[in-house]
């Protein structure tokens, strides 16, 4: 430990007290940190606001207010929507580490503490904040010297005139990028005599981080997927538009649907949780960009009207039956990157005559309204009981518009994008 530590950031922990977190004051103490300990979330927000910690520890298992909870709160707060805040879980609970990224959370650390990584991941993510203040200024004083350059009436016109050229470039890059997007998109459906299918997509902004496909596997099958990029913008339509041409299907070695033997007679077809797992090997998530992906992935049988898939962070399919009864059909396991040895299950849907199978990305049921208020699973479902009796396309665009009008503003926080079919027995 340090011989002479100096006072190198103060930290919030929100845990119920224990002898282990005493000793971790002293450590801590010997690092350099000074450790404030509060025994559940209520009391964390309070000190947060008064103590303005340099970085904050939630314990996931907290009494009263939950630590998701708590990070959510927290992350609507000026004074605290930017403090990194790091989960304390257990070596097993990966079902609490992945719930934590969605809610705002940068990393997580398990018990019982390893002090040195436990410092060593406080020092990374205080860096990190260090320099996005550091940037911010930056940008502050760059801002103040435009500016002052353009009370001149020369150098304001030279400046508009560099921002127009750099705006019109920028457009130009942008519309063709979304140009390649829009491509990867499906623009001829299988054509079958008992099944109709139905999508549509709308990016929050230029670029987004959804893609969908519906495609014919052979004479009996077809392979349909959503999929659903961490993050927005540039970063995430990249990934999107390279897992868009992975999940091509191709007769040749490098097909991940179809395994191709020495005769187009021996081929098979690669199961939905094999496909998973190929793409979790295939994608690790980066240790600094901690990008990750969702993904439903499912092949239907056309025949008999089984539909095969595997859920990998995704929101789970919606069944609609022909009486219109709406059912979740749940399948759970983790995004595909975040955790090198992930296994993926199966779940099988077995269509009735005139069901419905809806899969869509999660920024349908996370749209909100001016009152922060999620559109939810429960509208969802009833507009999906709305529009029964419409035909299937004019029911998916049906339900996009229903998320829209929820926003009051027209425009959806997140990318939407919904894929369904009606089978029917041949």
């Not at 990190?128 to 304001?156: G, M, W, Y």
């Not at 990867?184 to 008992?194: D, F, H, T, V």
């Not at 091509?248 to 187009?264: E, G, N, Q």
Request: net charge negative.
């Amino acid at each position: 430990m340090p011989d002479n530590p100096m006072h190198l950031g103060l930290i919030l922990m929100a845990a119920e007290s224990s002898p282990e977190l005493k000793r971790l004051i002293q450590s801590f103490s010997a690092y350099g940190f000074e450790l404030r300990l509060v025994p559940d979330g209520e009391t964390a927000l309070l000190s947060s606001q008064e103590l303005k910690p340099d970085l904050i520890f939630l314990d996931v298992s907290l009494p009263g207010l939950s630590g998701f909870d708590t990070c959510l709160s927290l992350k609507e707060l000026d004074t605290t929507k930017d403090t990194p805040v790091i989960f304390v879980t257990t070596p097993s609970d990966r079902a609490s580490t992945v719930k934590g990224f969605s809610v705002g959370a940068v990393d997580y650390v398990t018990r019982p503490f390893q002090i040195e990584e436990v410092i060593a991941r406080i020092t990374t993510h205080l860096k990190i904040r260090n320099l996005q203040v550091l940037l911010k200024e930056i940008i502050s004083n760059l801002q103040e010297e435009v500016a002052e350059r353009q009370r001149a009436e020369e150098a304001l016109q030279e400046s508009m005139q560099l921002v127009q050229e750099a705006n019109n470039c920028m457009k130009n890059d942008l519309a063709a990028a979304a140009r390649v997007q829009q491509a990867l998109l499906p623009e001829i459906l299988p054509a079958l005599s008992n099944v109709s299918f139905a999508w549509t997509y709308q990016p929050c902004s230029e670029l987004g981080g959804d893609s969908l496909n519906v495609f014919q596997l052979d004479a009996d099958h077809v392979g349909l997927y959503v999929l659903d990029v961490s993050g927005h913008g540039v970063s995430a339509s990249l990934l999107s538009v390279t897992l868009s041409r992975v999940l091509i299907p191709r007769r040749d070695s490098s097909c991940l649907m179809i395994k191709t033997h020495r005769s187009p007679e021996t081929e098979t077809l690669v199961s939905p949780a094999e496909i998973a797992t190929r793409l979790n090997s295939m994608f690790p998530m980066s240790e600094d960009g901690r990008q990750y992906f969702t993904l439903i992935y499912g092949i239907l049988n056309v025949r008999n009207g089984v539909f095969r898939y595997t859920c990998a962070g995704h929101p789970p399919p919606l069944y609609l039956a022909p009486n219109q009864d709406v059912s979740q059909c749940e399948v759970g396991n983790v995004p595909i990157g975040l955790f090198e040895d992930s296994q993926y299950d199966e779940g099988i849907i077995q269509l009735e005559a005139g069901g419905r199978l809806y899969l869509y990305s999660d920024g349908l049921i996370e749209a909100k309204n001016i009152a922060r208020n999620f559109f939810g699973e429960t509208r969802l479902q009833e507009t999906l009981r709305v529009t029964h009796q419409s035909p299937l396309q004019l029911s998916v665009d049906a339900t996009v518009k229903a998320v829209l009008d929820w926003t009051e503003n027209n425009h959806a926080q997140d990318d939407l994008s919904v894929l369904a079919f009606e089978w029917t027995p041949p």
